[in-house]
């Protein structure tokens, strides 16, 4: 087999390209620079948690996710090797979801949260919603219970209708057994047909709290609730094409468990999850 021999010499090449050959060669020897090699490491850090969170964070979680770490770095040399590298949060794309059926004969409660979002303590307001997830075999509906305080869902329920037992009543079910309740708590909704269901007001009366609901066509008087579904839907949904009721199920188990309730970062909380945050209030009551 023949072998293939340069034509040129480093000298043609270094005349061609009018550059001296002590130069070329001092570039061919040179040592990377310490600065370059800082570079290279926390390039690779960084694409180590972008592949860890699936493309979910931006630079300013990749940054506290490298703190976390014990990664020395600042928030805007992140987000600059974030851009040269091509590194990209998934997309959130807007939507708009209606699942509120308020076309009933229902009495409807007053609005007691008054977008108060910010709640000191735990249990003394919880939000709840209803949206759909698409799947092959058809809408799989997702409804969430969150508690304002620390944001974490503490109740959901997946079903394949909108009954008032498969929804709402089943994921009032978990709450209560995953947090304690106490009086006078506010329980926030939508007017849905759900929620003002003789069914779910005999199943909420014996724990004195006080129903409050959003006002007519206001999505904003729900907005942390519907702020939830808008992550679900941003990081997980639009990216995937779910087949069957089982493949969604799971994934959207994985995610509110897993990922969103002991995992992801939330701004809000002082950049730890959920879960963390708990454990700080805790902490700190012991």
């Known amino acids: 087999m023949k072998k293939h021999c340069c034509l040129f010499t480093v000298g043609d090449m270094c005349d061609v390209m009018s550059v001296g050959k002590s130069g070329y060669y001092h570039w061919l020897n040179r040592k990377e620079s310490r600065r370059s090699i800082e570079r290279r490491h926390l390039t690779t850090e960084i694409r180590a948690v972008f592949d860890k969170v699936k493309g979910r964070y931006g630079s300013p979680k990749i940054y506290q996710e490298l703190k976390a770490n014990g990664v020395l770095c600042s ?4 987000a600059k ?10 997309i959130r794309k807007k939507y708009r979801v209606c699942t509120t059926d308020s076309n009933h004969s ?4 007053k609005n007691h949260l008054d977008r108060n979002f910010e709640q000191k303590l735990p249990s003394k307001a919880w939000v709840s919603d209803i949206t759909y997830i698409p799947t092959d075999q058809g809408w799989l509906y997702l409804t969430t219970i969150m508690d304002l305080y620390d944001r974490k869902v503490i109740g959901w329920s997946l079903s394949e209708n909108m009954t008032t037992t498969d929804t709402v009543a089943k994921a009032w079910k978990m709450a209560v057994i995953n947090r304690q309740i106490k009086k006078g708590m506010i329980f926030h909704s939508d007017r849905g047909v759900q929620y003002s269901s003789i069914e779910f007001r005999e199943l909420i009366e ?5 129903q409050s609901m959003s006002r007519k066509g206001n ?3 729900n907005a942390v609730a519907e702020n939830f579904f808008k992550i679900i839907k941003s990081e997980l949904v639009m990216h995937k094409q779910f087949y069957s009721f089982f493949q969604a199920k799971i994934a959207i188990v ?6 969103y309730n002991r ?5 809000y909380l002082d950049y730890l999850s959920p879960v963390d945050f708990g454990i700080k209030y805790y902490k700190n009551v012991a």
């Open 81 to 90: 090797i974030m851009r040269s590298e091509g590194l990209r949060c998934v």
């Open 106 to 109: 229902h009495s409807i409660s």
């Open 75 to 78: 928030k805007q040399r992140v």
């Open 206 to 210: 014996p724990y004195d709290i006080v």
């Open 219 to 221: 999505c904003w008087d």
């Open 263 to 267: 995992k992801r970062r939330h701004s």
């Open 254 to 259: 994985e995610f509110i468990e897993i990922w």
